[in-house]
């Protein structure tokens, strides 16, 4: 079990309110994503949930039970932190063992459980190096394998792949996934980086300020943001957001188009523009454009459409994927 | 600009290294080569040939008891060192991991006792001690050298702990450690470096603290410190003895110094560079 309700959630540090008011319903065995910029709370959020913090109002309720002022190691959580937190004086094999040791749990029944937990993470050639001694996909994996030992109600992961490089962060992508579908326990995954929260995510909790924006699944997100923050926020690259003339024929403040729901012409289109720079990625040319009425727009072309700095290419929106937003920043429905 | 060092540069930084060391260490050198000259040889003025007898060596140990002060300093030295990481762990701990916005100012005031003359604050310690009946005790004396010393040890296991990242405590709190357990089973074990450095520069400053011991204590619990001063007094003055029961007091400590110097730097340096 692993369902986790936050009631009124909110931390203060002196004057500053971190975290106004949260409410927030995991149900359990999902896959959770905080995501937002720097400084909108995620972590904290994910601080307040593992008992790191005190809240300053509000309740955590953990499998209907009430939380709020348990010691971290009492709400059956475990937790992967970005710097892996490894303890260095230990071997791997130490490492994974400690949350059995710490619940003084009986020898034989620790060596099998870290023998699994390493078979699982790949591990079991490096049980007896140090943290030291391994590569930041390793130490990673080791840094899990120490929370899948405890067998918790919900895994929290702050940021755990912001220390690798691309490629290898790739990878370990799949595995947390991978991770999820075997063990279907409810985990909580941190990140600013919003291609990891629409491909690991049933449910994503958009976050900016402390406030949450939207609740939902990346293709809701996606498809209907709430508001600006939101569709400025989830996709890459970033939805353009058109103000004035063309805005108001559509009875919007501002109108929002996704850089994939534009089609490319060097003929004839809706709009004209000269491309600024032209990112070629293989798959796909990202243009980053001057529109003329409009100003910087971005649009996504397939690999093949030769386009390059100067270049005139006529834009024309898809209307039927365009997005509508009042004055107040807010989804106009229809 | 990088800057350029020439063989030449080199030599000359090597000599004034080894002049400075040299006028540093010439005491201590010059009090080794005394002790092996006679008495009328030590204050016919300066000289560094000494007649070579061992007499003054086989005087002290045989008019004084060597062992009894030797036995007192270690006592007296690894007690109050062990006392103080006691007390100082937990302390560090508190500031390092969990500050409030007054933690500057309780290490500075820590610190500032340091800066006090210690004469100070010898009649009403003087008076305490009687009264508790801790004069020339091995226990009043250790409780002595840990309070004296217990500001340096704090600020120098503060700034290892500092060092520690904060996330490691947190895994070890999620993964069921309790406040003892972290500081057993985590803290500690990461910061032996540190807590080594601090335990030997704690057991030499122990070892050579003068003022304290010797107002303290008279025969009982007097450590080397005060069986050095015992031969300024009361038969008058005798430099090649006193010599003799100086190097007698430091050889330990030296060696100790020597072979743990490398640790010593690392501990002292720590946070200064990196």
Known sequence: ?334 | MARKTTTQSKIVWTVIAWVVALVIFFPILYAVITSFKTEPEAIDGFSLIPSGTFENYITVQTQRDYFKPFMNSVILSIGSTILALIFAIPAAWAMAFAPTKRTKDVLMWMLSTKMMPAVAVLLPIYILFRNFGLLDTRIGLTIMLTLINLPIVVWMLYTYFREIPGEILEAARMDGANLWKEIVYVLTPMAVPGIASTLLLNIILAWNEAFWTIQLSTTNAAPLTAFIASFSSPQGLFWAKLSAASTMAIAPILILGWFSQKQLVRGLTFGAVK
Do not use: C
């Not at chain 1, 936050?6 to 002196?14: A, D, E, S």
């Not at chain 1, 309740?59 to 059956?76: F, Y």
């Not at chain 1, 130490?94 to 949350?99: E, G, H």
């Open chain 1, 1 to 334: 079990m692993g369902s986790i309700t936050l009631k009124n959630v909110q931390k203060h540090f002196g004057e500053a309110k971190v975290i106004p008011s949260v409410d927030l319903e995991i149900t359990d065995g999902e896959f959770v994503v905080f995501v937002g910029p720097s400084g909108s709370g995620k972590s904290t959020l994910l601080r307040l949930i593992a008992g790191l913090e005190d809240v300053s109002g509000g309740s955590i309720t953990i499998d209907g039970k009430d939380v709020t002022e348990a010691a971290p190691a009492a709400r059956g959580l475990a937790m992967v932190f970005q710097s892996y937190a490894l303890y260095p004086h230990m071997s791997v094999r130490k490492n994974i063992a400690f949350p059995l040791k710490m619940a003084k749990m009986e020898q034989s029944a620790i060596d099998k459980k870290v023998a699994d937990a390493a078979r699982i993470l790949n591990l079991t050639d490096y049980l007896e190096r140090r943290p030291g001694q391994l590569s930041g996909g390793q130490r990673q994996r080791v840094a899990i394998g120490r929370a899948i030992v405890r067998e918790p109600s919900a895994f929290l992961f702050d940021e755990p792949l912001s220390n690798l490089d691309a490629a290898l962060r790739g990878t370990m992508r799949l595995e947390i996934s991978d991770l999820h579908n075997q063990l279907k326990t409810t985990m909580i995954y941190v990140t600013h980086d919003q291609i990891e929260a629409m491909t690991m995510a049933d449910k994503i909790v958009v976050l900016n300020r402390g406030n949450i924006e939207q609740v939902g699944s990346p293709m809701d997100l996606y498809n209907t943001p709430r508001n600006l923050f939101v569709a400025g926020f989830i996709g890459s690259p970033r939805m353009n957001l058109i103000e004035g003339e063309y805005a108001q024929a559509k009875n919007a403040k501002t109108a929002g188009i996704r850089p994939e729901h534009l089609t490319l012409s060097k003929e004839s289109g809706t709009w004209k523009g000269t491309v600024s720079v032209a990112e070629h990625l293989g798959a796909d040319t990202f243009l980053h454009l001057d529109v003329d009425g409009i100003g910087k727009m971005t649009a996504r072309a397939s690999g093949e459409f030769g386009a390059h700095h100067g270049d005139t290419v006529y834009l024309t929106p898809d209307e039927t994927r365009l997005h509508r937003f009042d004055d107040k920043g807010l989804r106009i429905a229809g």
